[in-house]
């Protein structure tokens, strides 16, 4: 089962951002099979999505920005070369990775050379979203970048799609704000525990139920939205 962090309900600060992320993963996941590698697996969040699949490998990097304490993480690479032989995996999935990737157009070719022919990989990646593990925060990459720097790099674009549109976006990013700003920074509002608690379980569960409850008068603008989705597969 994913966790609660990661399929959360309306209490959850991230609750929009992880829930569209946790819908569009489930619907994209049946598409891969067979040996399937994570790449920047961390805790494995969304391994249970995958279990119709013959084995789920994970591989990360030790980074400054991430700690890897407690994850279930199978192998560590050197952040350049994959360790694995040619042709190793039916699959890739790789969730809210790519832009910890300094230099990713360099690692896509490692990518494609572990994956099989006729491999597919599903990948999300952040278009807003704030500054996060840092120093390891790279980029915001738009969808058009990442369908070049796949196709340059082996891949046929299946399906691109978004999580979230213009004024859901804008709503994360706010109670984002409330959460991490007011919370932590604000000095007078950070000291009191009592104002910790009212915000955690009132404020937020309330804001996030107000704005479900009215999303549907609001026309879908999705020019700015809070992740790709990306079903591709190696070309053969």
């Known amino acids: 089962m994913v966790s609660k962090d990661f399929n959360p309900g309306v209490r959850?600060?991230?609750?929009?951002?992880?829930k569209g992320l946790y819908n569009k993963i489930s619907l994209y996941s049946g598409e891969l099979k067979g040996r399937v590698l994570d790449f920047g697996c961390g805790a494995k969040p969304y391994?249970?999505?995958?279990?119709?699949?013959?084995?789920?490998?994970?591989?990360?990097?030790?980074s400054e920005g991430h700690s890897h304490?407690?994850?279930e993480i199978d192998v560590y690479y050197d952040?350049?070369?994959?360790?694995?032989?040619?042709?190793?995996?039916?699959?890739?999935?790789?969730?809210?990775?790519?832009?910890h990737v300094f230099g990713l157009a360099q690692i896509l070719p490692e990518i494609n050379r572990v994956l099989k022919k006729d491999a597919k990989i599903l990948i999300t990646c952040p278009f807003l979203w704030e500054e996060h593990e840092e120093p390891v925060d790279y980029a915001r990459y738009t969808r058009f970048a990442l369908q070049d720097m796949l196709t340059k790099n082996g891949f046929e674009i299946l399906i691109t799609d978004k999580n979230g549109h213009m004024v859901r976006a804008?709503?994360?990013?706010?109670?984002?704000y409330l959460h991490d700003y007011w919370l932590h920074k604000v000095p007078f509002f950070s000291r009191f525990n009592l104002f910790k608690?009212?915000?955690?379980?009132a404020v937020i569960p309330s804001?996030?139920?107000l704005f479900l409850?009215?999303?549907p008068l609001w026309p879908k603008y999705d020019k700015l939205y809070l992740n790709t989705i990306i079903l591709a597969q190696k070309k053969g």
């Open 69 to 71: 304490q407690n994850e």
């Open 170 to 176: 804008m709503h994360q990013a706010f109670i984002v």
């Open 12 to 18: 959850h600060p991230l609750y929009f951002i992880r």
């Open 207 to 209: 804001l996030n139920c």
């Open 197 to 201: 608690k009212i915000i955690r379980q």
């Open 47 to 62: 391994r249970s999505l995958f279990q119709h699949v013959d084995a789920y490998i994970g591989v990360d990097y030790a």
């Open 79 to 99: 952040g350049k070369t994959l360790p694995f032989e040619n042709e190793s995996f039916d699959a890739l999935f790789s969730s809210e990775v790519f832009e």
């Open 213 to 215: 409850l009215f999303e």
